[in-house]
């Protein structure tokens, strides 16, 4: 068992060209730091984070003055009483500068530490999402691998068998039909190994997509599928995730930042300021002017910006309640899943494998003592097939849901 596997992993690992150097070995944990430094997905989040960041400076800024500068000639006409006019440079200059109600600046300043705050709880929740994934697709490949095992054990008890038919047909003691049988059990049997062969390839394929990190031609994972642990109770698991999951926390955030936008929209009704100051000289004279111009809301009151306020703080309101809704029946999937898979284990552990594996063993003894037919050998090694693929997949199934459920745990090691 132990030899087919090694064979197995050096024959297929990476692209499954057999390759002349020392196969690489990578565990989960250094996986998982891989896929921590490496996936793209990170660097997603956390340029919506650095964004966030630069949201908050854009809120707390002031809007700057704008300054007009007009030069130009004065002409005149000449005036039989007063005589030629003057003539000359003629110089105009003004600033004007918003007056920003603090009532909208903190309206905005609030949506925007709600985004970054946000932007925080996605950061977090894309770390967990990226450690599930890489964990799954690991345990996908171990899960591969031991098919591959399974179809090399199983090509070689059908090829010892098929040799041992082979030699009583050729003596006589058995029909060729027999052996006929055994060929095509035996082209079977290749089939499903070369399957196993690229189901393998596949998913060693996504393992390095979603690592992120390049990995050599020749990679051997370090690492057990059925590694088991208790659970808490589901009640218990609701409350802590309800507690901790960020895509909760994310959708709480979403809340407020939406209700600082309808804030700011309806602080935008009470009409801002523009102070304006201004100095102008002729070649004759000059003046100052100081002013305030403040806009009348006569036609646009913004019903539709506070509208369309209102309406994003409803839509978010309702994906918190679909993403809480969403998550329970997550959680309580992946439990129901647990529970399956480990029972699943027990009964396989308890006698269905020495149940199975006894039987292959009887329907041989009566074949070679004539008392059976081929037929019954090559049933009882059909269930032994079976019964260990369906034991195989059971272990992946727990694995899978215990990985689901330590994402909704937010389960994060390097975040303690």
């Known amino acids: 068992m132990r030899f087919l596997s090694r064979l197995a992993v050096v024959c297929l690992s990476g692209a499954g060209l057999i390759v002349a150097q020392a196969p690489q070995r990578l565990t989960l944990e250094r996986a998982l730091a891989l896929a921590l430094e490496h996936n793209p997905q990170l660097r997603v989040a956390s340029a919506q984070r650095d964004g966030a960041e630069a949201g908050i400076v854009t809120a707390r800024a002031y809007p700057n003055p704008e300054m007009t500068t007009m030069v130009g000639p004065q002409f005149s006409r000449p005036n039989a009483l007063t005589g030629p006019g003057a003539r000359g440079l003629l110089q105009h200059y003004s600033i004007h500068q918003p007056i920003e109600l603090p009532a909208v600046r903190a309206a905005r300043l609030r949506t925007a530490e709600a985004g970054r705050e946000g932007s925080l709880h996605a950061l977090q929740e894309a770390r967990l999402a990226v450690r599930a994934m890489v964990k799954q697709a690991f345990f996908q490949v171990l899960r591969r691998r031991n098919e591959i095992v399974l179809a090399m054990e199983n090509l070689k008890l059908i090829e010892d068998l098929r040799r041992r038919i082979q030699v009583q047909v050729e003596v006589g003691e058995a029909a060729k039909l027999e052996l006929i049988r055994a060929d095509a059990e035996v082209a079977t049997a290749r089939t499903l190994a070369t399957s196993a062969q690229l ?91 100081a002013g305030i111009s403040v806009p009348l809301p006569l036609w646009n009151k913004r019903e539709g910006p506070i509208g369309e306020a209102a309406a994003g703080l409803r839509q978010a309101a309702a994906l918190a309640d679909l993403r809480r809704l969403e998550i329970n029946a997550n959680l309580e999937r992946a439990y129901g899943m647990y529970e399956v898979a480990t029972q699943q284990l027990v009964a396989f552990e308890d006698g ?39 034991y195989l997949n059971a272990q992946y199934d727990l694995q899978a849901a215990l990985i689901e459920i330590e994402q909704l745990r937010a389960v994060d090691p390097e975040q303690k």
Do not use: C, W
């Not at 189901?199 to 020749?218: H, Q």
């Not at 218990?236 to 926390?249: D, F, K, Q, T």
């Open 199 to 289: 189901r393998y390839t596949n998913a060693f394929a996504y393992l390095r997509t979603v690592v992120g990190a390049p990995l050599g031609p020749s990679v051997e994972l370090e690492g057990q599928l059925d590694t088991r642990q208790p659970l808490p109770a589901l009640e218990s698991l609701r409350e802590e995730v309800a507690a901790r999951h960020p895509s909760l926390a994310l959708a709480k955030a979403e809340i407020r930042r939406a209700e600082g936008r309808l804030r700011t929209e309806q602080a935008l009704r009470r009409p801002g300021l523009t102070a304006h100051s201004e100095y102008e000289h002729q070649p004759d004279l000059q003046f100052y002017r």
């Open 352 to 390: 269905v494998l020495r149940e199975a594996e006894a039987a292959v063993k009887a329907a041989e003894a009566a074949y070679r003592f004539g008392e059976r037919g081929i037929l019954d050998v090559l049933d009882a090694q059909r269930v032994l097939r079976t019964v260990r693929t369906d």
